[in-house]
């Protein structure tokens, strides 16, 4: 027989997909009508949100959700984001690191080489990448990572029922 906490675990692991699967679509809806990068658009959304996301979060979970603006692959910006969070609602219990994508100077033109396409113009292969494209990509989805963890789960560590969750998904 099951354990009723890993019965309440499942059912819990399944709202908390079917809340992220709805956060992701708004989430690229909106980087969609972005016409660049802007931190500070992307923080006003998320705090328009909030209510809505409390809202679901409360009623599934019964948890709180803040939007809080940080820069993953910068160590100063996290920090301040923990200070943030630490403040607000206390020590992070749960890390979700969503951090991570693509970018079109770090991919191929064509999914398949063919001989002689690094020759040819408008065409990007695997041989002629520019690994500066590489690295952004690299950074983003590698070190993205390792920062917002390195910075969250030194409030973590030695305490009881703390997790870090790592969602990574390359959209093309």
């Not at 209510?51 to 979970?61: F, P, W, Y």
């Not at 019964?62 to 603006?69: F, S």
């Not at 398949?112 to 520019?130: A, C, Q, V, W």
Request: hydrophobic residues 35%; contains cysteine.
């Amino acid at each position: 027989m099951m354990d009723a906490r890993l019965v309440q675990l499942s059912a819990t692991e399944k709202r908390v997909e079917e809340l992220s699967q709805q956060l992701e679509a708004k989430y690229s809806a909106f980087v969609g009508k972005l016409e660049s990068t802007n931190m500070d658009q992307l923080y006003k959304y998320c705090q328009d949100m909030n209510k809505s996301i409390n809202t679901k979060l409360g009623i599934a979970l019964g948890g709180v959700a803040i939007a809080v603006k940080a820069n993953c692959l910068e160590k100063a910006s996290l920090e301040e984001a923990r200070n943030v969070v630490n403040e607000k609602l206390g020590k992070c219990d749960i890390l979700i690191n969503g951090a991570g994508g693509n970018n079109p100077r770090g991919t191929t033109t064509k999914e398949y080489y063919e001989k002689g396409d690094e020759n040819l113009e408008g065409i990007t292969s695997f041989f002629n990448l520019d690994p500066k494209g590489v690295e952004f990509v690299f950074n983003l989805n590698f070190i993205g990572t390792l920062l917002p963890t390195q910075v969250f789960a030194q409030d973590m560590v030695g305490r009881e029922g703390c997790n870090i969750l790592n969602i990574k998904k390359l959209l093309h």
